[in-house]
């Protein structure tokens, strides 16, 4: 008789790979996020600057 057709023996989780895939997921998700912070600052690079910080180059610029 086949083991894994025994009742009452219930749903096996490999722990192993529950670790594995929640880390490959969350490092997934760390790419993206930062996969779209590149691109925001790519689009729009002087967004990523402080205002005050700005402001004082264009004024030793004058």
Do not use: K, N, W
Request: with cysteine; charged share 20%; proline share 5%.
């Amino acid at each position: 008789m086949d083991p894994t057709a025994l009742p009452g023996r219930g749903f096996e989780v490999d722990v192993d790979l529950g670790f594995a895939l929640f880390f490959f997921f969350l490092l997934c998700f760390f790419l993206l996020v930062a996969i779209v912070r590149c691109a925001q600052m790519v689009l729009d690079p002087y967004s990523a600057i402080s205002v005050t910080t700005h402001q004082e180059e264009d004024q030793a610029d004058d």
